[in-house]
């Protein structure tokens, strides 16, 4: 079956501009989380959906960031006014409750 | 803070050779995961741990989890070239699943 995609796969942006980061979960998948991985700091969590409950924000790492999951399928991540530090490989992941999250291919964010 | 080691960081073996990751957790936690990475794809999900004792077997991987001690170990035996890849464990907490991750263990089979 069709797994987690993430769209774009690679996004070169300019410093201070702002982008959209898309992730469409596994269908069914109640839960949803962006994750972001860097040479410097590793894989960190950024954000979790679970149903109809407010997010877990605790990871995101600025006010610069945000999220959204509509309809509790897609989700978006939006970074406002990119700064270098932000380039990284953002991962999205799925999960039925209470089990293995499924990764996407992730979108590779470039800020120059 | 939940905080997750694994060691060692890097670790070159050769074929046919058994070999240990270790994966040390701070605060008790209810789920331990292993993860396979392989250069410029996602995660792969190998292995969940749930309980005291549990031990997985896939192949030539075997995970087992000792809460008491908070440790995880990720066992390979006989090791084959296929096997290179980067290896994380993951931790979620009681109520809240969202994945704290190893540093990483970055494997290389050498012929």
């Known amino acids: 079956g069709a797994g987690v995609s993430q769209s774009p796969s690679n996004k070169v942006t300019e410093k201070g501009k702002d982008v959209e980061l898309r992730c469409d979960p596994i269908?069914?998948?109640?839960?949803l989380y962006w994750y972001r991985q860097s040479l410097g700091q590793g894989l960190e969590f950024l954000i979790y959906f679970q149903g109809n409950s407010a997010p877990d924000k605790s990871g995101l790492p600025s006010d610069r960031f945000s999220a959204e999951r509509t309809g509790g399928s897609v989700s978006t991540l939006t970074i406002q006014r990119t700064q270098q530090e932000d380039s990284a490989v953002y991962l999205c992941?799925?999960?039925?409750?209470?089990?293995?999250?499924?990764f996407g291919p992730g979108t590779r964010l470039t800020v120059l | 803070e939940l905080k997750v080691e694994q060691n060692p960081l890097f670790l070159s073996m050769q074929e046919g050779k058994n070999y240990t990751i270790y994966c040390n957790y701070s605060?008790?936690?209810?789920?331990l995961y292993w993860y396979r990475q392989d250069p410029g794809k996602s995660l792969e999900s190998l292995f969940v741990l749930l309980s005291n004792g549990a031990v997985k077997q896939e192949g030539r991987l075997m995970a087992s989890l000792d809460t008491k001690a908070r440790l995880s170990t990720l066992h390979i035996t006989a090791a084959v070239h296929d096997l290179s890849a980067t290896y994380f464990c993951?931790?979620?907490?009681?109520?809240?699943?969202?994945?704290?991750f190893g540093t990483g263990t970055r494997l290389t089979i050498i012929p």
């Open positions: 993951a931790v979620s907490n009681f109520g809240n699943e969202k994945l704290t």
């Open positions: 605060t008790t936690s209810d789920r």
């Open positions: 992941a799925s999960s039925p409750r209470l089990a293995a999250q499924y």
């Open positions: 269908s069914g998948h109640t839960a």
